[in-house]
């Protein structure tokens, strides 16, 4: 099966510094790459997502790149707030495939 | 605003017990999906349906069984609980297998 890793497990930023959280896949195959935002005693949901047609895709102050060759993909947040602070997750998977999630980077944004 | 519930948000129960967590969608959502979320470890898949009565393994099913009997409803069953299923669990839903999974808010399960 598909094997997604994810670093840094823990993050620290400086309100309006900015946050990038990386993770490799191991499955050519995958196409679909979402990443999902949990905050503290809150469900997971999804932020952003990138399919493998696209090598980048924006949304306001988060975007997401992906490097099909290398197999990995990353997650930016610009101007980061301290309502930006979270766990977060990068998941991978290929047609008609289950998710394969990555363990998750806890993000604190420092006032 | 798609809406999934799961039965209880905390649960304490005894080693040996039997353990029925149940999950609920109001989207009329194909799949559906049952995660235990544990620090480190992210989030793995135990079981999955893409259809009411069909059922797929996911990472780790073992000592996990799951039950869809209506399109709505996705029961995640611990046969006998043991202290090693202390965990979050959580239940999520998808249109499609690669379209947004919606999550329920978590059961927090405490086996002692």
């Known amino acids: 099966g598909e094997n997604v890793e994810q670093h840094p497990s823990t993050l620290s930023v400086q309100e309006g510094d900015s946050a990038v959280i990386k993770c490799t896949y191991s499955?050519?195959?995958?196409?679909?790459f979402p990443w999902y935002k949990q905050e503290l005693g809150k469900r997971p949901q999804l932020i952003i997502d990138?399919?493998?047609?696209?090598g980048e895709k924006k949304d306001q102050r988060i975007a997401v790149t992906l490097n099909k060759t290398a197999k990995h993909f990353s997650l930016h947040i610009t101007e980061t707030q301290p309502e930006d602070s979270a766990v977060y997750f990068c998941a991978a998977s290929r047609t008609g495939n289950q998710f394969y999630f990555g363990t998750g980077t806890s993000l604190t944004v420092i006032p | 605003d798609v809406k999934v519930t799961q039965s209880s948000r905390y649960l304490v129960k005894r080693t040996g017990e039997k353990v029925f967590l149940e999950c609920v969608q109001d989207?009329?959502?194909?799949?559906m999906f049952w995660y235990r979320q544990d620090p480190g470890l992210g989030l793995r898949l135990i079981y999955f349906s893409y259809d009411v009565k069909m059922k797929e393994k996911g990472d780790i099913p073992e000592g996990y069984s799951v039950s869809r009997e209506k399109k709505e409803r996705f029961s995640l069953i611990l046969e006998s609980a043991s202290t090693n299923q202390t965990s979050m669990y959580l239940c999520?839903?998808?249109?499609?297998?690669?379209?947004?999974?919606?999550f329920g808010p978590g059961t927090r399960l405490l086996v002692l």
């Open positions: 499955d050519s195959a995958s196409n679909y």
């Open positions: 990138i399919r493998s047609n696209v």
């Open positions: 989207m009329d959502h194909e799949n």
């Open positions: 999520a839903s998808s249109g499609g297998l690669q379209e947004t999974q919606y």
